[in-house]
């Protein structure tokens, strides 16, 4: 198939001239072992705290990892018209913004098992439920990268898609359950909890990772490939509208 | 034969308001198979709107387009794979060579890895660039730059090329040797929509001509017809020591039957369907306080055609500040 090409090319350069660049590589992996080294001394619980930590972690990892490139990806090469290429090339606009999102969602993915190799050393994860961690993370990783893609599109200049994407990013550590459970927060806050994709995904992780989430399995499932199919369709509407005048 | 069983690209009723401003204003226009096609006109006359519409960078407001038959209105992306769209600004990545932009370029029209890899080997010899093909497109000369933009517009050899404004603002030299590709690629068989603001370069390179202003075509016509215009004419340019208030008016109502334009740099020119006879003119200027340095019998050329048509001064298209290169 002719667009197979087209989308493996662009995911290939995109790996190449981003993903692969040493600043990139080293980011993505001292970033995930600072939190993840800061969180363990900061717990102070011992090792036995790990798991309870997992969560967070990973979730922070697989956020950062996956949103901290798109402004680049995205947003740069449309304000220096090389994005303009991409939308010219005979492929539809879907499989393009499946090709350049794919990069950062395997990024995130990457980062996201950071810690948990890390923390396999210190601790047994023989009790991780594996069959529901690797969906999750994936999920997130596709939730994330489309809310940063959201965001990207959304945008005209590098720096707004930039403080856009914090505005967004460090709320969600803690308004997601990752550290404290939704419960604790004020009840003016709890509504956007539930907005945010990581939320359910958070709760797969503490699922996981030590059978305590609060929501039912299926319905996080669900309400996380809901939120990736609905950012990916309004990405793509405002693509359409903003940037083919 | 059925001429318009031969257009391969046929447009009619095409607008595109931005705001407030009518960019394309109603332009119809068919374009045949094998053609070189120029549209000419200022800056800001719509001419990279037209491109953006015909090639599914922006939506039209109103009128059709069709590309070998396909409705283009309708569906942007369905004759994308037939076009080669080469921009006013070089857009390719600036951290790949050329060899490497030339090839994922390859890549997004499907085409496969052992012919995309020779199509690009090819492409850097035949425009000049072998030597440069390992070298990170940043760093090319602003000349090498739209070479290279061009060659990335063909590589998967579209029947149909768009060039919008292939030699603005880069050097003589590479600005001749990218209209001679120009011309080779039509030659070959490629037709090619070309926008300019240079009259000199629409003339010499194009089959067919639409002055373009304001977002409206005032004229379409074969270069050779509208050349047809300018015979029989007579034209005259005298070099002045001073600008004189008011010359042309006065000289016109003096002279029944001629045409005057000042010119900058306190040049005068006259024009008329007649034989001139300079002697009553340069005594007419004399007598106004100017020394005449020099008188001069003028070929006429497209530009005066195209002053003609569209009432714009040729001055004032050449005197265009140049777009940089933007890229990085
Ligand atoms: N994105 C846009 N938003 C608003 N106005 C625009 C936009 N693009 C073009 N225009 C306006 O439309 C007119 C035609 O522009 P353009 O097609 O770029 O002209 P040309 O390529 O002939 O120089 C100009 O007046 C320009 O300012
Ligand atoms: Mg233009």
Known sequence: ?245 | MDVVAKSIIRVKGLSKKFEEVQAVDSVDFSICEGELFGFLGPNGAGKTTTINMLTGLARPDKGSIRIQGIDCSANPKAAQHLMGIVPDESNLYPELTGYENLAFCGALYGMKRQSRESRARQLLEQFGLADAANRKFARYSKGMKRKLTIAAGIVHSPPILFLDEPTTGIDVASARQIRQLIYDLNAGGTTIFLTTHYIEEAERLCRRIAFIVSGKIVRTDTTDNLMRLTEGRHIVQFALSKDIEGLASAMEKEFPGIKCRELIGATVRIESGKPIFIGPFVKFMEDRGAEVSEARKIRPSLEDVFVEITGIEAHAMKGEKEKGDNSK
């Open chain 1, 1 to 245: 198939m002719k667009s197979n090409t087209a989308f493996w090319s662009i995911l290939l350069k995109d790996t190449r001239s981003y993903y692969l660049k040493p600043p990139n590589i080293s980011w993505g992996i001292i970033f995930p072992l600072a939190w993840t080294g800061m969180f363990f001394m900061r717990s102070g619980q011992g090792l036995d705290s790990i798991p309870g930590l997992l969560p967070g972690v990973v979730a922070i990892s697989v956020l950062f990892g996956t949103t901290s490139l798109l402004s680049v990806t995205i947003t740069f090469e449309k304000k220096g018209r090389s994005f303009e290429r991409l939308l010219l090339a005979p492929i539809s606009l879907e499989l393009l913004m499946l090709a350049k999102t794919t990069g950062a969602i395997i990024f995130g993915i990457v980062n996201a098992f950071v810690p948990v190799i890390m923390a396999a050393f210190f601790t047994d994860l023989s009790g991780v439920n594996w069959i529901t961690l690797i969906p999750a993370i994936v999920l997130i990783a596709i939730s994330s990268t489309f809310l940063g893609l959201f965001v990207a599109v959304s945008v005209s200049e590098v720096f707004e898609a930039q403080t856009f994407s914090n505005f967004i990013r460090f709320p969600m550590l803690f308004l997601c359950g990752l550290f404290f459970p939704i419960e604790q927060l004020p009840v003016f806050l709890k509504p956007l909890s539930y907005i945010m994709p990581l939320t359910y995904g958070a709760d797969i992780l503490h699922f996981s990772f030590q059978r305590a989430g609060h929501m039912p399995l299926a319905f996080n499932f669900f309400m996380l490939i809901a939120f990736c199919t609905i950012l990916f369709q309004m990405s793509l509407r405002n693509i359409r509208r903003n940037w083919i005048l």
